[in-house]
């Protein structure tokens, strides 16, 4: 199952779906970003995990800061 996990995440990102991950020092845990079109596929991407059932998933919608070197 662990071994699924790690190729749907990396598949993800090599797709551009899953730019950001991070682990959290010292957890069990991580950070993520996805670049999503909108919720219903944040939650088929979030619900196709192998781990998904055993995951505790906290989700912050985020937008474009208008002073961000990269925006417009």
Known sequence: MIARERSYCQDLQR??????????AGQYANLSVFDAPDHERLHEILWNLPLFPYLTIEVTPLAAHPSALTAG
């Not at 797709?15 to 959290?24: L, N, Q, S």
């Open 15 to 24: 797709e551009g779906v899953w730019p950001h991950i991070w682990r959290r």
